[in-house]
C-alpha cells in the first residue's frame, strides 16, 4: 500500500512569504505528527494530531507556525511570514493509535528560505 | 519529562564486524523504545521497537536491541556489519501520556 506522502518535496521561497505544506498519511492512521529537521540535526517535535484535534502543540515554534487536519487524513503544515532560521526538511508521520505503535515517515519536504 | 541521550554522534566500524550504536533514555514509567534508520535524502524508516516481554528484540536487516531497565538502556546491535547499514540511526522513546521524543542521531560509517 501506498506510504506517508509529502508535498512538495522541495520549496524555495523568498522572506517574508507563506508557505504552506502538505501530508497525506497512510489509510487507517489516526495520528498524525509533524517534525523539523535542521541540517546534521535530529528531529524536532512541532503538532501531534489525533483524527482533526490537536491535543499537543507544543513544539510550534512560534505563533507564525500553524497546522490543521482534515478529518483523520491530510494535514497542511502552514509557516507565516518565513525567516530564514525556518529553513529545514520538514518531516510528517503517521501511526495507528496507541503509544505502541510506530511511526511510518513521509519523505519530507525541503523549506529553504532565501 | 522524557529525554534520549545517543552518547556518540559518530560510529566508524570495519564491514563484518559487530556495529553497536548506543541509547540511554530517561522516563516516568514504563518505556517504549524505538529504533529508526534515515538514509541519504530519505525519511526515516522503522527498525525495531521494545514494548514489552523479551529484552532482546530482532528487527529490520538483521539488526537487534537489548532493553536493559538498570541501566536504561537500548543499545542497536549487529553481528556483522554491511557498508550499506551507513546512514544516520535516530533512538526514540514515548510513556503513557507522552509523545515521541527522540534522540540527536549517530551516524555510523561502516567502511569496506
Known amino acids: 500500500g501506498a506510504g506517508v506522502s509529502q508535498s512538495p518535496s522541495n520549496k524555495v521561497t523568498e522572506k517574508g512569504k507563506d508557505v504552506e505544506l502538505r501530508c497525506d498519511p497512510i489509510?487507517?492512521?489516526?495520528?498524525l505528527y509533524w517534525y523539523r529537521q535542521r541540517l546534521g540535526q535530529g528531529l524536532e517535535f512541532l503538532i501531534y494530531?489525533?483524527?482533526?484535534?490537536?491535543?499537543?502543540k507544543s513544539g510550534l515554534p512560534s505563533d507564525r507556525f500553524s497546522a490543521e487536519r482534515t478529518g483523520e487524513s491530510v494535514s497542511t503544515l502552514t509557516i507565516q511570514r518565513t525567516q530564514q532560521e525556518d529553513s529545514a526538511v520538514y518531516l510528517c508521520?503517521?501511526?495507528?493509535?496507541?503509544?505502541?505503535?510506530?511511526?511510518?515517515f513521509g519523505p519530507g519536504t525541503r523549506l529553504t528560505v532565501l | 519529562a522524557q529525554s534520549v541521550a545517543q552518547p556518540e554522534d559518530q560510529v566508524n566500524v570495519a564491514e563484518g564486524n559487530p556495529l553497536t550504536v548506543k541509547c540511554t533514555y530517561s522516563?516516568?514509567?514504563?518505556?517504549?523504545l524505538f529504533w529508526y534508520v534515515q538514509y541519504p535524502n530519505r525519511g526515516l524508516q522503522f527498525l525495531l521497537k521494545?514494548?514489552?516481554?523479551?529484552?532482546l528484540v530482532k528487527g529490520s536487516y538483521g539488526f537487534e536491541a537489548e532493553f536493559n531497565k538498570s541501566q536504561t538502556s537500548f543499545h542497536l546491535k549487529k553481528p556483522s556489519a554491511l557498508v550499506s547499514d551507513s546512514a544516520l540511526y535516530f533512538c526514540a522513546v514515548r510513556t503513557y501520556g507522552q509523545n515521541f521524543v527522540f534522540g540527536p542521531g549517530t551516524r555510523l560509517s561502516v567502511l569496506p
Open positions: 494530531f489525533q483524527g482533526n484535534s490537536a491535543p499537543d
Open positions: 508521520a503517521s501511526s495507528f493509535a496507541g503509544r505502541n505503535n510506530e511511526q511510518f
Open positions: 489509510s487507517g492512521h489516526t495520528a
Open positions: 522516563v516516568s514509567g514504563n518505556p517504549y
Open positions: 521494545y514494548i514489552t516481554g523479551d529484552n
